[in-house]
């Protein structure tokens, strides 16, 4: 066995879960590095919340290996590992005040009743709670008792924070300014988060690098704007954003970047995997990378087109444009952009455009 990196906070190295005849993890590795905000994004049942609770300690792995800082957990309990779990649901004791649950946790460690103190208020300071010790939960907004769960977690001083969509059940706005609240929080007290969310701006706000899962796989593992600019296969561009796929087959390749025939129009893109000419490809094109115009535009992957629906939805508009014999284009235009499109409607003629670089050649 390869001794583990101390530079990871968590290492899962060839970890295969099984339910039953259920596989729900099929091989993963990953590594988590000391220190950073990492988030475990995908679809139901794509095995992010299974991953923490390994992690956790709540399941075993059927085979494979998970450490959390430097050292192999085995069949380590829960209890004995050096993490803490925010639930989304919370799981405060509505019967007990602020204190009593943040403390909760070191007085079944026997931890002496003046360091409970000191540690206890410490932790509420860290998540913006002092005065509200005396309160109980149902006292509390859902803010206040998410920040609540977090302290009680806190306290503990784990190394390695684990949350599972512990925003779920607040409401947009609220869960807008955990979002910022949460990473500010990961950057004062300087452990390491592991979050599980399906929401992807949350991941893409908060996180330092975004594992993107589907059906126990792990698919890419990149910061944020890596994830979003550079997807690796059509699962991970669909499900980060909204994306044109124009399906096409390589006609001419160069250094970097290809030619593709896309109904009767040559879209050029750009890709990772040199593909071969003549085989059928996918070309990815997030909808605010297009420009639109009603005057004719210059660069590669220019055409004209027809407005077929306009849906504004305030900072932005968003368009649906036919081009050639069957191409149906979605593109998002800000409205303060002075391009001249905020001006067109359905029925109107225009023009789009976009780089070779913001189009992306996919496997599948």
Same mark, same amino acid.
């Given at each position: 066995?390869?001794?583990?990196?101390?530079?990871?906070?968590?290492?899962?190295?060839?970890?295969?879960?099984? =339910?039953?005849?259920?596989?729900?993890?099929?091989?993963?590795?990953?590594?988590?590095?000391?220190?950073?905000?990492?988030?475990?994004?995908?679809?139901?049942?794509?095995?992010?919340?299974?991953?923490?609770?390994?992690?956790? $300690?709540?399941?075993?792995?059927?085979?494979?290996?998970? =450490?959390?800082?430097?050292?192999?957990? $085995?069949?380590?309990?829960? =209890?004995?590992?050096?993490? !803490?779990?925010?639930?989304?649901?919370?799981?405060?004791?509505?019967?007990?005040?602020?204190?009593?649950?943040?403390?909760?946790?070191?007085?079944?460690?026997?931890?002496?009743?003046?360091?409970?103190?000191?540690?206890?208020?410490?932790?509420?300071?860290?998540?913006?709670?002092? %005065? *509200?010790?005396?309160?109980?939960?149902?006292?509390?907004?859902?803010?206040?008792?998410?920040?609540? @769960?977090?302290?009680?977690?806190?306290? !503990?001083?784990? *190394?390695?924070?684990?949350?599972?969509?512990?925003? %779920?059940?607040?409401?947009?706005?609220?869960?807008?300014?955990?979002?910022?609240?949460? *990473?500010?929080?990961?950057?004062?007290?300087?452990?390491?988060?592991?979050?599980?969310?399906?929401?992807?701006?949350?991941?893409?706000?908060?996180?330092?690098?975004?594992?993107?899962?589907?059906?126990?796989?792990?698919?890419?593992?990149?910061?944020?704007?890596?994830?979003?600019?550079?997807?690796?296969?059509?699962?991970?561009?669909? =499900?980060?954003?909204?994306? !044109?796929?124009?399906?096409?087959?390589?006609?001419?390749?160069?250094? $970097?970047?290809?030619?593709?025939?896309?109904?009767?129009?040559? &879209?050029?893109?750009?890709?990772?995997?040199?593909?071969?000419?003549?085989?059928?490809?996918?070309? @990815?094109?997030?909808?605010?990378?297009?420009?639109?115009?009603?005057?004719?535009?210059? %660069?590669? !992957?220019?055409?004209?087109?027809?407005?077929?629906?306009?849906?504004?939805?305030?900072?932005?508009?968003?368009?649906? &444009?036919? &081009?050639?014999?069957?191409?149906?284009?979605?593109?998002?235009?800000?409205?303060?952009?002075?391009?001249? @499109?905020?001006?067109?409607?359905?029925?109107?003629?225009?023009? &789009?455009?976009?780089?070779?670089?913001?189009?992306?050649?996919?496997?599948?």
């Amino acid at each position: 066995m390869n001794s583990p990196d101390p530079g990871y906070a968590v290492e899962l190295r060839h970890v295969t879960k099984r =339910f039953g005849e259920t596989l729900a993890l099929d091989d993963i590795t990953l590594q988590i590095r000391d220190g950073e905000f990492f988030s475990m994004l995908g679809p139901s049942g794509c095995g992010k919340t299974t991953s923490l609770r390994l992690m956790a $300690g709540f399941e075993l792995p059927t085979e494979g290996e998970v =450490f959390i800082g430097a050292e192999l957990q $085995g069949k380590r309990p829960a =209890f004995q590992r050096p993490v !803490n779990t925010v639930f989304q649901n919370y799981a405060l004791f509505p019967h007990m005040s602020v204190f009593e649950n943040t403390a909760f946790g070191l007085e079944m460690q026997h931890v002496p009743r003046s360091e409970i103190r000191d540690r206890v208020h410490q932790a509420l300071e860290m998540v913006q709670l002092p %005065g *509200k010790e005396d309160r109980t939960p149902r006292q509390l907004s859902g803010g206040q008792q998410q920040r609540v @769960a977090l302290a009680r977690a806190l306290v !503990n001083r784990p *190394k390695v924070l684990l949350l599972d969509e512990p925003l %779920g059940a607040l409401d947009l706005k609220l869960r807008k300014a955990m979002e910022l609240e949460l *990473k500010a929080l990961q950057e004062r007290v300087g452990i390491t988060f592991v979050y599980v969310t399906h929401d992807q701006e949350e991941a893409l706000t908060m996180s330092d690098r975004i594992a993107v899962m589907n059906l126990g796989h792990v698919l890419q593992v990149g910061g944020p704007t890596e994830i979003y600019e550079s997807p690796v296969n059509r699962f991970v561009a669909d =499900f980060i954003g909204e994306t !044109n796929f124009l399906e096409g087959k390589v006609t001419a390749l160069e250094e $970097g970047s290809a030619d593709v025939a896309v109904d009767s129009l040559h &879209v050029r893109g750009t890709y990772s995997e040199p593909p071969k000419v003549g085989q059928t490809v996918t070309v @990815a094109v997030r909808p605010e990378k297009i420009r639109l115009s009603i005057q004719p535009l210059d %660069g590669p !992957n220019t055409f004209e087109g027809r407005i077929e629906d306009m849906t504004y939805i305030g900072k932005d508009s968003d368009y649906r &444009v036919a &081009v050639g014999r069957s191409m149906r284009l979605r593109v998002r235009v800000q409205n303060q952009a002075a391009s001249g @499109a905020t001006s067109l409607g359905p029925g109107d003629a225009a023009w &789009v455009q976009w780089p070779a670089s913001s189009a992306r050649l996919l496997r599948e």
